[in-house]
């Protein structure tokens, strides 16, 4: 694994995912694998409160949510958080959608469901402990 992040206090990571296993699987991986905090939400209207009150180092969503869906809840976090790092875990969007996403500097990385968990988990590390350093988007890979 890449360089954990862990000088100082645990990041917090925000999941967003409709979906009760991925949830947990995901806050699993974050905390006892990356060491993280992390709240877990299933919807967009969640999740907004979250963003402005813990203010988290990253943000993991799912692109199909019931309501707000999650490109809506990333452009909201963007507006709300122009530096976080966002990750989404596409289950529709197609390889050109997610190109796309990441040239407009929308989306930091992607991992497609069903995600391979250890590949999820190195780009969550990754991305954790690059983003202190560099807030201006790089291109990661799918």
């Known amino acids: ?3 954990h992040r862990l000088a100082t206090a645990p990041a917090h ?3 967003v ?3 009760p296993v991925v949830r947990l699987i995901l806050t699993h991986l974050l905390t006892t694998r990356l060491r993280c905090r992390a709240t877990a939400v299933s919807s967009g209207d969640e999740a907004l409160p ?3 009150t813990d203010r988290p180092d990253l943000l993991v969503v799912d692109d199909t949510l019931p309501g707000m869906n999650g ?3 990333a452009r909201e976090a963007r507006r709300r958080l122009p530096t976080l790092p966002l990750v989404l ?3 529709i969007l197609d390889q050109q959608d997610i190109r ?3 040239q407009e500097g929308l989306i930091y990385a992607s991992v497609r469901k069903p995600f391979d968990a250890e590949r999820l988990l190195e780009m969550l590390d990754v991305t954790l ?3 202190p350093r560099d807030r201006r988007f790089p291109h990661a890979t799918e």
């Open 89 to 91: 875990i596409p289950a």
């Open 129 to 131: 402990a690059k983003w």
């Open 13 to 15: 990571a925000l999941i």
């Open 17 to 19: 995912d409709d979906e």
């Open 1 to 3: 694994m890449a360089g």
């Open 100 to 102: 796309q996403l990441r």
């Open 71 to 73: 490109l809506d809840v």
């Open 50 to 52: 979250v963003l402005d």
